[in-house]
């Protein structure tokens, strides 16, 4: 086994001294290290690194969610070198998609849900997979659930654009499937890739890192729940930002240390690119 060595960050959360003032300062906090990485069982994941629109054309998107700017910049910066290296390096590249089709069509999609169908067949599960079972709502779930989507998250007065934009939704420019780049839409999906291919370790990148990155389909939770390691190229993504956040980009830190202490490795962009372009 020819493996890759490469830079990380850890945080260590320990040990918290209570005779300072706050117990917490006592943590060692974030380290780096040297890691040994198995090429042949390592892939990297660009999930939902979409085009939604120009503020122009879909002015509501971006009033609800800022951070989308701030994707595009780091699909233009950071992304070209980054998945070209990916892709002359022993590593596999996998892309996660969600919401409209916009991704049947490619050869990469046609070739994971024929592994996931082979992936049933050994395992005896049936073609279509059982909906799950969902709890029966009543007026105050409904009146709650409203509440979440309108008062609490985007604004009424934006979704007419926000859902105008997701008919349109596509791969950005920058992490467009290339040939036949595995492309998966489902958990199912992805496992049964990462089972074919053999694949223990998945290196994220796209967005958001504290909202779909962690809990849509395919997502560190459902990934790390299935056996994977999950892993993320630090600047490679960013985090959906409070007002009260977004100066620090407090949110993505603590996404980065739950990672960090739960899921994975922290990896920088160049630290992944000189490590692979060194091979």
């Known amino acids: 086994?020819?493996?890759?060595?490469?830079?990380?960050?850890?945080?260590?959360?320990?040990?918290a001294d209570f005779t300072l003032e706050v117990p917490a300062d006592g943590y060692?906090?974030?380290?780096?290290?040297?890691?040994?990485?198995?090429?042949?069982?390592?892939?990297?994941?660009?999930?939902?690194a979409w085009?939604?629109?120009?503020p122009e054309e879909y002015p509501g998107v971006f009033r609800a969610n800022e951070y989308v700017l701030r994707s595009y910049e780091v699909c233009k910066k950071v992304f070209p070198e980054l998945l070209e290296t990916v892709r002359n390096s022993p590593l596999r590249l996998y892309h996660v998609v969600g919401g409209p089709d916009y991704y049947s069509s490619y050869p990469g999609y046609q070739y994971v849900l024929k592994t996931l169908k082979e992936y049933n067949e050994q395992h005896g599960i049936g073609a279509v997979q059982p909906k799950p079972d969902l709890c029966?709502?009543?007026?105050?779930?409904?009146k709650i659930k409203e509440m979440i989507t309108y008062d609490a998250s985007y604004g009424k007065h934006n979704m007419e654009d926000i859902h105008r934009s997701i008919k349109i939704r596509n791969f950005a420019d920058e992490a467009m499937p290339i040939g036949d780049e595995p492309i998966a839409a489902t958990t199912e999906e992805l496992f049964a890739l990462c089972k074919k291919e053999g694949i223990n370790h998945l290196i994220y990148t796209g967005f958001a890192l504290n909202c779909c990155l962690q809990v849509s389909p395919c997502g560190m939770v459902d990934m790390f729940r299935k056996g994977l390691i999950c892993s993320v190229i630090e600047d490679a993504t960013v985090a959906m930002e409070t007002k009260e956040s977004i100066r620090g980009e407090w949110n993505k830190h603590g996404q980065l240390y739950m990672i960090s202490?739960?899921?994975g490795l922290i990896f920088r962009s160049k630290d992944v690119i000189g490590a692979l372009k060194g091979l």
């Open 28 to 48: 060692l906090g974030w380290d780096t290290r040297t890691v040994e990485i198995n090429p042949e069982k390592t892939a990297v994941v660009v999930m939902h």
């Open 136 to 142: 029966e709502p009543d007026d105050a779930y409904r």
């Open 1 to 15: 086994m020819n493996t890759i060595q490469l830079k990380a960050k850890i945080y260590r959360g320990y040990d």
């Open 261 to 263: 202490t739960l899921y």
């Open 51 to 54: 085009n939604v629109g120009t």
